[in-house]
């Protein structure tokens, strides 16, 4: 197969879209960098959207990319992939992992049982600048930072503290619940409603906020 | 030998990251050591100012990455301390003008010339940034006891993570004991509770230290203060010597709960 088989590229509105074929990884890459290099002038300056396909990208290669492109005045703003980690890489980066419109693959996934039952298992310090999204349910053990972000269509526990911005059932899901050690955020949203949190305790206990009679209430959280 | 190369970074500017390298500078080439300072910061330089080095600049290290003159050119030797060099940045070029494979291959070639080779990041999170740290052993990220200096430190932080960077060490500089007393100012135990990173210097708020950066002569040559001290600590420790933090008070109290020398409570 050809590069340019391996490599199709389409203008978006803000920036370009380039879809990898289905090869190994080094191919593919070598492949990229073959096309950007021959076509140099066109790409100078563009803000590049890369989808991947299947492809398990790891820190390591997406930083490479990230640099390579950067060497040749290419800007990385997104990496698309139905591969779970890639997704993961992307938004330990930064990057963003979907463009504007959810892509049509995902939409479809939406209304799947599936979705609901999975949750996305984070075992870090979400950091400022993260962005998590995930179609179900997100756990996190560890602290959620002021400036980092949690989108979940479904509830979203923190075993930690939780500092940053959380929304729960993100698409409209009026059942999703936010629990965490120490339920601070900066703002938090579950489907439409929008709450901020009051003064700070003292002493931090436990809590689960939820929607009740479309308001949302923090109460807390005794086991048993 | 075989330098280590450590990158020193905080996200926001203006909180005392260049200050900070010429000190720990200092303080490393007091105690004998062999130190490359690299200027970051190219477009913005600082550094050279700060070290009172200006006016002996012939080259910067874009003309050594493209190859207009050897390294050992490009390296100006302190006035003062002869195992101290300075590698400064261009001035009229930008961050483009260096990639961070560039630095890698660099500090590749310094690793056999020096035991420490400081770099001076500049502020953000872009490409010089990304230059700077990319061949960085440790990584000490400089903040201020202040909420956006925090969330900042916190940001990059995440990205050295994500990086696989997990060598870091924080210094926390310009504090204001008076101000935390009051409740003014986020406290150490604020800021570590936080960043959840190790702690390796706590500076405090001194305004000799603005005097002497004027002066280009590195606060730690003057060598009485407790922001003086605080800076040789931080060259002794990252030599790998336990040295206790500094009482920046007379007496018993909040500080020493700090410095887990407690004695319970107040």
Redesign the interface.
């Given at each position: 197969m050809s590069d340019s088989n391996l490599v199709q590229i389409k203008g978006l509105r803000d920036g370009l879209l380039v879809t990898l074929g289905e090869a190994g990884w080094s191919v593919l890459h070598t492949a990229l960098l073959g096309q950007i290099d021959e076509k140099s002038d066109f790409f100078k300056g563009a803000r590049l959207a890369l989808d991947v396909g299947p492809q398990d990208l790891h820190v390591v290669e997406m930083t490479a990319l990230r640099d390579e492109l950067s060497e040749r005045g290419i800007t990385l703003w997104a990496v698309l992939s139905n591969s779970s980690a890639t997704e993961n890489t992307a938004q330990i980066l930064g990057l963003a992992t979907r463009l504007s419109k959810l892509r049509p693959d995902t939409i479809t996934q939406v209304h799947e049982p599936s979705a609901e039952d999975s949750a996305m298992w984070v075992k870090r310090t979400v950091r400022s600048g993260v962005r998590l999204e995930h179609e179900g349910n997100v756990v996190v053990l560890g602290d959620v930072n002021p400036g980092a972000e949690i989108i979940a269509s479904g509830s979203v526990i923190v075993w930690g503290r939780l500092r940053g911005v959380v929304h729960a059932g993100a698409q409209g899901d009026k059942d999703a619940v936010v629990c965490a050690l120490d339920l601070s955020p900066t703002q938090l949203r579950i489907a439409t409603e929008i709450a901020t949190t009051p003064e700070r305790r003292s002493q931090p206990y436990p809590e689960m906020a939820r929607l009740k009679e479309g308001h949302l209430e923090a109460e807390p959280w005794h086991p048993g | 030998m075989t330098a280590k190369v450590v990158t020193i970074a905080s996200g926001k500017g203006g909180v005392g990251k260049t200050t900070a390298v010429a000190n720990i500078a200092v303080g490393l080439a007091q105690d004998g050591r062999k130190v490359v300072c690299i200027d970051g910061d190219i477009g913005l330089r600082n550094l050279d100012v700060i070290m009172g080095l200006e006016n002996r600049i012939v080259y910067d290290i874009v003309d050594v990455v493209e190859g207009r003159c050897r390294l050992r050119q490009a390296m100006i030797r302190d006035k003062r301390l002869p195992e101290l060099f300075l590698i400064p940045a261009a001035q009229t070029r930008d961050k483009?003008a260096v990639?961070?494979?560039d630095m890698v291959r660099l500090c590749d070639e310094l690793r056999q010339e020096c035991e420490w080779v400081l770099i001076d990041s500049p502020a953000g999170?872009e490409?010089g940034f990304?230059n700077s740290i990319?061949p960085a052993d440790k990584v000490l990220i400089v903040t201020n006891p202040e909420v956006s200096a925090v969330?900042?430190a916190?940001?990059v932080?995440?990205?050295l993570?994500?990086?696989?960077k997990t060598d870091q060490g924080l210094i926390i500089n310009r504090l204001n004991l008076s101000m935390v007393k009051r409740g003014d100012m986020l406290s150490v135990d604020d800021v570590l509770d936080?960043l959840?990173i190790e702690l390796v210097g706590i500076v405090p708020e001194d305004e000799n230290v603005i005097v002497s950066s004027n002066r280009g002569t590195p606060i730690v040559l003057d060598g009485k203060s407790k922001a003086s001290q605080a800076f040789i600590n931080i060259s002794q420790r990252l030599q790998g010597q336990h040295v206790p933090f500094i009482d920046l008070e007379d007496h018993d109290g909040l500080w020493s709960r700090l410095t887990k020398f407690a004695k319970g409570g107040e």
């Open positions: - | 483009n990639s961070p494979s999170i490409r990304r990319a969330r900042d916190d940001r932080i995440g990205l993570e994500a990086e696989g936080l959840a």
